[in-house]
């Protein structure tokens, strides 16, 4: 009796996932959550500075909490929406978001807060924001992703100047 075999190519992994007529979440992979987040980029000391991280999301389509380190020493704060936060002193603060979904897997994301000791002025055309901050609601917003080259979901709300 003659036994003969086949030799099949390793066509890899994603191929394999792709052809598979399966969710990839059926499958036991937990992909890991978007964290997304707009913070102001200068705001007045004393303050209660809003933190959102709505634009986060996850992969699979389940629930988000968050966990906000503010860089001031003060202790993390957690939500399953915005955050506020209110800074004594004026200095520039590196704030941390944390995106967890329901199994336990994370991504983080940093952006900067200036905290100023004037009374915040508005963004305005004559002042205009610096970096990639936009002027959204009269407040220059920074937005920072854990996704490289993510779009910035405030561009389209950005003050139009005449």
């Known amino acids: 009796m003659m036994v003969t075999t086949a030799r099949v190519p390793f066509v890899g992994m994603l191929a394999v996932l ?4 399966r969710p ?3 499958l036991g992979v937990n992909l890991a959550p978007v964290a997304r987040v707009v913070a102001p980029q ?15 999301e996850d992969p699979e389509g389940g629930p988000l909490r968050f966990r906000a380190t503010f860089g001031d020493g003060t202790p993390d704060a957690e ?12 200095a520039s603060y590196g704030v941390e978001l944390v995106a967890t979904d329901e199994q336990g897997r994370d991504e983080r994301v940093q952006v900067q807060v ?14 205009p924001c610096v970096d990639d901050a936009l002027c959204v609601e009269g407040i220059c917003r920074s937005f920072a ?11 389209g709300i950005q003050l139009v100047c005449p």
């Open 18 to 21: 792709a052809a598979c007529p």
């Open 24 to 26: 990839i979440d059926e």
């Open 42 to 56: 200068l705001w007045p000391a004393g303050e209660p500075a809003s933190l959102d991280p709505t634009f986060s």
């Open 79 to 90: 939500s399953g929406g915005a955050l506020e936060h209110v800074y004594a002193a004026p």
């Open 114 to 127: 200036v905290v100023i000791g004037d009374a915040l002025e508005p963004c305005t055309c004559d002042l």
């Open 145 to 155: 992703s854990s996704l490289a080259d993510d779009e910035n979901p405030l561009a």
